[in-house]
């Protein structure tokens, strides 16, 4: 993986790359097996929607907290915490499911453990998104933060790939379906670690401080450049600031866009598992513990679009963020429909596939529009709105989504595929969506 610009050594985004990936990879090792986990321990399809919906909930509330005070303590903090979060999250949420399957606790009561350990990671797992996202759109000029933050977002989009691949390698005789969310609390333990120890130390504001970090800048003449004279704006700046709104009219078109694309890509998303399980596995003569490869197959497909998206395509055609949004959302609402569509399971894959290749594009457009549209100094308090809107988008769609699929199964892909339609032509229609303004 390359560094995305000469100002941030390739090492440092690399960490903070892991930082999303490994989050990433734990969350959909878990969503894999969770309809799975459910059916085992009869747990109710809808109440596995609850669980992430609160936790999303805590998300959403959290994440500008967080973000305030990454600008405070600095973004390398927070994304330890945030990571460690996750961690013990996960390490809680396997030790309640291990009790679950073998039958020491009674269902009700897993349910409800497990949903207070998942609620660790919406309120402390929060903190290293808006710090991540800080820390790299602090560091790079304008002009190269599309295709930065595009690489930081292809995170999400990898880890969807590893985390279904490997968590059926965990799946071992004393822990069963709960050993992935052990293996995966050992990973965040050791990347906090690493966060120490490899990640420059920071001041707030964003600017770096300690371990030789601005000898790593490029300079001309003794003059800052790059990273380290967007730190110097930001440290110049006076007063405190006030939380970003998602109300911001400079902002407010993104988030309305990012809020309704990340809520249709999981309402469709969280019924994916049982579709599988319900209409594909059964003609595949396959049921229960044996569709978890399935499901598997189907997230490392669609992950391996949108990497493909995030990657190739939009560094390849150098493509804006208006341009993303648009064409995003077309070519989700053609894979969404082509899910209702399928005959078979690899009809569907393939569909599932364009389909988060269509988000792939949508998801990065929102994200950096919305960074541009704001000053350097704002980059935090943008960043924080951004991952709130991130996590609103998982506390009503999952659940809509499961009671959707519960009164037909095609519903939910239907009605996403005209909901991505009407994005469309918003993104078409509305004048900051159609073309972003560098505001420094």
């Known amino acids: 993986m390359s560094a995305p610009t000469p100002s941030l050594p390739r090492t440092h985004f690399a960490l903070v790359f892991a930082a999303l990936l490994v989050t990433a990879a734990g969350n959909t090792a878990l969503q894999s097996v969770l309809p799975v986990i459910g059916r085992e321990i009869q747990i109710p399809d809808m109440a596995i929607a609850v669980i992430f919906s609160l936790s999303a909930l805590f998300w959403t509330f959290s994440a500008p907290f967080w973000a305030r005070r990454s600008d ?45 350990a998942r609620g660790l990671f919406g309120i402390f797992g929060s903190a290293a998104n808006p710090a991540a996202q800080a820390y790299v759109a602090g560091r790079t000029t304008p002009a190269e933060r599309t295709g930065a933050l595009a690489i930081l977002a292809s995170a999400f989009g990898l880890g969807t790939i590893l985390g279904p691949a490997i968590a059926p390698i965990f799946i071992l005789p004393l822990v069963g379906l709960a050993g992935p969310m052990f293996a995966f609390a050992l990973i965040a333990l050791a990347l906090v670690i690493a966060l120490q120890w490899g990640l420059p130390d920071d001041t707030p504001n964003g600017a770096q401080a300690g371990r030789g970090a601005e000898a790593s800048m490029p300079s001309i003449g003794g003059m800052p450049t790059g990273a380290t004279a967007m730190a110097a704006e930001e440290t110049t700046a006076t007063g405190t600031r006030e939380r970003m709104k998602v109300r911001d009219p400079r902002i407010k078109p993104f988030m309305i866009f990012g809020f309704a694309a990340g809520s249709l890509q999981a309402a469709t998303g969280q019924a994916i598992g049982f579709f599988i399980i319900d209409q594909q596995a059964p003609t595949m003569g396959l049921s229960g513990t044996a569709a978890t490869g399935l499901i598997s197959i189907a997230f490392m497909a669609g992950a391996g679009a949108t990497l493909l998206a995030q990657w190739g395509i939009i560094r390849l055609l150098n493509l804006s963020p208006s341009q993303l949004m648009r064409w995003g959302t077309l070519l989700a609402a053609v894979g969404t429909a082509g899910i209702a569509l399928a005959p078979d399971f690899h009809a569907m894959v393939l569909a599932f596939a364009l389909a988060s290749a269509g988000f ?18 704002e980059q935090g308090g943008v960043a924080g709105a951004v991952t709130a809107v991130n996590g609103a988008c998982f506390i009503l769609a999952p659940a809509i989504g499961i009671g959707l699929y519960e009164l037909e199964p095609h519903l939910p892909y239907w009605l996403s595929a005209l909901g991505l339609l009407i994005l469309a032509a918003y993104a078409w229609k509305n004048p900051l969506l159609r073309s972003s303004q560098v505001t420094d």
Do not use: D, E
């Open 360 to 377: 792939g594009f949508a998801r990065p457009g929102f994200t950096a529009g919305s960074s541009l549209a704001v000053s350097r100094a």
């Open 72 to 116: 405070q303590h600095g973004r390398r903090r927070l994304m330890q915490l945030g990571v460690a979060g996750f961690g013990i999250s996960m390490l809680l949420c396997a030790t309640v499911i291990l009790a679950g399957l073998k039958g020491l606790i009674a269902p009700l009561v897993t349910f409800g453990l497990f949903t207070i």
